[in-house]
């Protein structure tokens, strides 16, 4: 039987470019965003199997496509091979391209589970989870890893070959460890010695906020593709940046992005004040690199309605024509190590804007209750 290459099997171009998973983040406004600037496909953020299995309605709505996706992936993690199992064979029947294990997330509270990284250590199971989605699904089946439990205990070749044995389509590497913050600088040698050491495809993961970080990292590493994360907020531009090499961002283009994602949340959230505080941090991560900001992110961060943010950013723009500001040029200045480091968790709303693996924790306590 000939097996077809995963890429054209998901009418994917050579060397894709994938929007990550992002928990509190990645939902239908944003991820249209990302696509309509180019990411050739987008994921639902981090979903729990126990809490999938335990029919948390949460969950359920976190997995909302919208129909004018064309593509779309989905990424579960789990404390067992057969609670990931039960939970690809849900996920099948329902709309999705692609399903991927997470098998990086440091959150302790998801950890502490087996779920997310805390799986790394124990490259068996690794075997088995892969094994027993593949087994679930006809979806390509991937699985995103980090290079080990922290420096002293890296096995990021062994895991690699383990999800590469269970039958997955490709693999994507963040090159740090469990214990390494974002200080930390990737380690673009252990994604390519990863590469090396399997035949399927390989996504490099890690501190792309530019053109040159994302042609070092493909030179260094040979990888097959690239998933964006943090450069990705506030910044959809990134991908088209990543193909094209311009950085520039024209002013129209700009506020014509921003009014869109704001009439997408709005068809989605109504006009409900979570729909406003949930659009704060991206607003407040779109302003970025434009000049004389500071009242525009003081305001934004105070708006209660959608239709109050849609006032600020038309008010923002014409204060900027006004003044012969016609696009921004890079929002990354240089090659400072410095950008690297930045937390987006500290511009989110920890009551409304689900934190990473918050949806685990409710899985938690659904264990606790059995
Ligand atoms: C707010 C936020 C949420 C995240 N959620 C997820 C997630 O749901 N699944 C996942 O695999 N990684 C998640 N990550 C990790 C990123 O995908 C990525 O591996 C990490 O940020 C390193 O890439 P970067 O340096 O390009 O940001 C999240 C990161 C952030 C900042």
Redesign the pocket.
């Given at each position: 039987m000939v097996k077809i290459h995963p890429f054209e099997r998901l009418g994917l171009p050579s060397s894709p470019l994938l929007l990550?998973?992002?928990?509190?983040?990645?939902d239908h406004p944003f991820r249209r965003s990302c696509t309509s600037k180019g990411a050739d496909l987008t994921y639902v953020?981090?979903i729990s199997a126990t809490a999938m299995l335990y029919e948390s309605k949460r969950t359920f709505d976190m997995l909302k496509r919208h129909e004018s996706e064309a593509i779309l992936g989905v990424?579960i993690t789990g404390p067992s091979a057969d609670q990931v199992g039960r939970a690809v064979a849900i996920l099948d029947k329902m709309n999705f391209d692609t399903v991927d294990i997470?098998m990086?997330?440091p959150v302790k509270k998801v950890v502490k589970t087996g779920c997310g990284s805390g799986i790394l250590r124990d490259p068996e199971r690794v075997f088995q989870t892969v094994k027993a989605a593949v087994e679930a699904t006809d979806m390509p089946v991937t699985a995103?890893f980090r290079l080990g439990w922290d420096k002293t205990t890296r096995n990021e070749i062994e895991v690699a070959q383990a999800i590469e044995a269970g039958g997955a389509a490709w693999m994507t590497i963040?090159g740090?460890t469990r214990a390494d913050d974002?200080g930390i600088p990737?380690d673009l040698e252990g994604i390519r010695r990863v590469k090396a050491a399997v035949t399927i495809p390989v996504f490099g993961?890690?501190?792309?906020f530019q053109k040159s970080d994302a042609d070092r990292m493909i030179a260094v590493t040979g990888v097959d593709g690239l998933?964006?994360?943090?450069?990705a907020l506030g910044n959809p531009w990134l991908f088209s940046e990543l193909r094209d090499g311009d950085a520039s961002v024209e002013l129209d283009d700009w506020e014509e992005t921003l009014l869109q994602h704001l009439e997408w949340q709005q068809s989605e959230y109504g006009e409900a004040i979570g729909a406003a505080v949930c659009m704060r941090k991206h607003l407040l991560w779109y302003a970025k690199g434009w000049n004389g900001v500071k009242p525009f992110r003081e305001a934004v961060n105070a708006a209660g309605s959608l239709a109050g943010a849609r006032d600020l950013v038309r008010e923002f723009t014409r204060g900027l024509r006004e003044r012969g500001v016609t696009h921004r040029s890079s929002i990354v200045q240089g090659e400072s190590e410095t950008r690297?480091a930045w937390?987006?968790?500290y511009d989110?709303d920890r009551s409304l804007d689900r934190g990473?693996g918050d949806d685990a924790m409710e899985t938690l306590q659904v264990s606790e209750m059995v």
């Open positions: 990550a998973p992002l928990a509190g983040v990645s953020e981090m990424q997470n990086g997330c995103k963040h740090r974002y990737v993961n890690g501190n792309i998933m964006v994360s943090r450069g690297f937390d987006p968790k989110m990473v």
